[in-house]
């Protein structure tokens, strides 16, 4: 539950880099309780008027969901594949070898291994998921195989292609750890300027549109299971019919 409300404020927070008075502690603040422990502000009006449309998006169903979440991965991947076409191609021209220094100056190999080891599983989570809402989804068996063989390379290509094209258009050049988040958006305005900067921005915060349904999708269902099996009031287990719920 801690890693679901991390996306819709991540969200506000990159909506506020192009819109200021929505920063965290920034704008308007209605409610300060605790020392500043509970804050309503213009930041978390915002967040929660995100939140009721992804919710309700969820309410419609697990169908619903997934035909939203197609449609924006393709809104998503679209940028980043320009930028992974454009950064190659300057490495290429440019003779920069993407895979020097192959470690950070300074760090030993374990604390390297340990450090990309941890960003892997950050990065390849969620694959335990679906299981919550497989029940319903038809054929189970052979859609979720059939996905799997689909996602994981994509996956692989959407995280390998933009990195090795950001290391080899330029920016921190002999200096790898100076890489900070956000940077792919410096690098976007480099390669491609401003429009692709702003397509990049929009790219991410989809992103974190789409985490949220998808982690919100799966979370929801372990209740209601627990629901049904009486571990929880029997209300909760309660399904609605919608015209388009899967």
Do not use: C
């Not at 994981?152 to 995280?159: D, E, G, K, T």
Request: aromatic letters at 8%.
């Amino acid at each position: 539950m801690l890693n679901l409300a991390l996306y819709p404020i991540l969200l506000v927070d990159y909506l506020a880099t192009g819109v200021p008075d929505i920063a965290r502690g920034k704008g308007l603040v209605i409610v300060d309780l605790f020392h500043g422990g509970f804050v309503v502000d213009l930041h978390w009006i915002v967040t929660v008027a995100l939140i009721v449309p992804m919710a309700y998006l969820n309410y419609r169903g697990s169908r619903a969901v997934s035909e939203y979440s197609v449609e924006m991965m393709l809104l998503i991947l679209a940028p980043f594949a320009v930028l992974a076409v454009l950064g190659i191609w300057h490495a290429v021209g440019n003779g920069i070898n993407v895979l020097s220094p192959f470690m950070v100056p300074g760090q030993s190999v374990h604390s390297s291994v340990a450090g990309a080891l941890s960003v892997i599983v950050w990065l390849y989570l969620g694959f335990d998921g679906p299981s919550t809402v497989l029940g319903e989804v038809a054929d189970t068996h052979r859609t979720y195989t059939r996905a799997l063989v689909i996602s994981v390379p994509l996956i692989m290509a959407a995280y390998l292609l933009p990195t090795t094209a950001a290391i080899g258009s330029g920016p921190h050049r002999g200096s790898p750890a100076d890489w900070a988040q956000g940077d792919f958006i410096v690098v976007g305005d480099a390669l491609g300027g401003i429009w692709l900067k702003v397509l990049l921005s929009l790219g991410s915060a989809l992103a974190l549109v789409g985490l949220f349904m998808a982690i919100l999708l799966t979370s929801t269902r372990v209740p209601r299971a627990l629901a049904a099996d009486a571990y929880l009031p029997r209300w909760m287990a309660r399904d609605s019919r919608l015209p388009n719920a899967a």
